[in-house]
């Protein structure tokens, strides 16, 4: 039976358990109220449910890359303490979920928590976030996650830092199947992933940065020639030279290679894809810190489900 708005808050407020395990148990149960309560009880879901409120700001990122290194996934989830983070059932629980996806190939978070476990079919993603929950004590929320797959030769590669308060995923392609499997390109990928964890760049290259952001850094620094009394012929030359700093400050094939500062990425690449025979372009990245932006009011896990569906 179609099951309303209301039944599903009122089993909500009851029970304290999410909203799309509210709306299944009492489409399961034919809207039977008392039966939908058992039902939550039994799943183990009500009880899990109910520290859904609290706030998730530890945790950890962590990646997933296939034995080929065609593709990788970054994930961060998120527990209530930094206790909890360094717990093995919870560092297995995140390892599982970071296979699952890597495997899967999700689109979003919410598609994530609708797919069947690759590990046992029977249980969703969303049921065995609220196991784990029940069995390790605390909320936990699986913040985001990134998938890369190489469209063609090249590698992604991981760095993970600090026991998991820093994970980064970076995807580097080339024109030669047989270099990308070289042992001194893998290097290469890795000490990008590396650098990337430790300068911490924006974009790869200057032609990702946005107009407007590259036109708010030139108004200042033309701002700051003129308020220094500079001449009007000048003060252009100048805003080159500091866009050029910018550029190698937020770029990262412009960033000095923090393993050795008298090249730039850009000219590692270069030397390294000189001493394969190919051509080495780094496409893309993505840097997680733990916890980065998220408030309280992030950490609602029964919320996030209710949105999923569209409740």
């Avoid at 990134?146 to 080339?174: F, R």
Wanted: glycine content about 8%.
């Amino acid at each position: 039976m179609a099951v309303t708005a209301a039944q599903i808050s009122e089993l909500r407020k009851s029970t304290g358990a999410g909203m799309l395990d509210c709306k299944k148990a009492l489409e399961q149960t034919d809207g039977n109220f008392d039966q939908a309560v058992d039902f939550l009880r039994t799943k183990g879901l009500a009880a899990a449910s109910k520290k859904a409120g609290r706030a998730a700001t530890e945790g950890m990122v962590a990646a997933a890359v296939s034995e080929n290194s065609d593709k990788g996934v970054l994930l961060e989830i998120n527990s209530e303490t930094d206790f909890v983070a360094k717990n093995e059932i919870f560092q297995g629980f995140v390892k599982d979920i970071a296979n699952h996806i890597l495997q899967t190939n999700p689109a979003s978070v919410e598609e994530l928590f609708a797919q069947p476990y690759c590990g046992d079919s029977s249980k969703s993603i969303q049921i065995m976030l609220n196991e784990a929950i029940s069995v390790i004590g605390e909320n936990l929320q699986i913040r985001r996650f990134s998938s890369y797959v190489v469209p063609g030769a090249g590698a992604v590669g991981s760095y993970i830092h600090a026991g998991g308060k820093i994970g980064v995923l970076v995807e580097v392609t080339c024109d030669s199947a047989t270099a990308a499997k070289d042992p001194a390109f893998a290097t290469f990928v890795k000490d990008v992933a590396m650098h990337i964890a430790a300068a911490s760049p924006m974009y790869v290259q200057r032609s990702e940065v946005d107009a407007d952001v590259l036109e708010r850094e030139k108004d200042i620094y033309r701002t700051k020639a003129r308020e220094s009394g500079k001449p009007e012929n000048i003060v252009e030359k100048i805003i080159d030279g500091q866009v050029n700093k910018f550029y190698a400050d937020i770029c990262l094939v412009e960033q000095q290679f923090v393993k050795d500062t008298d090249k730039t990425i850009q000219q590692l690449a270069a030397e390294v894809g000189k001493s394969l025979g190919t051509t080495i372009t780094i496409t893309r990245f993505t840097k997680y810190a733990l916890g980065e932006g998220l408030e309280k009011k992030e950490c609602d896990f029964a919320a996030e489900v209710a949105a999923a569906a569209g409740l």
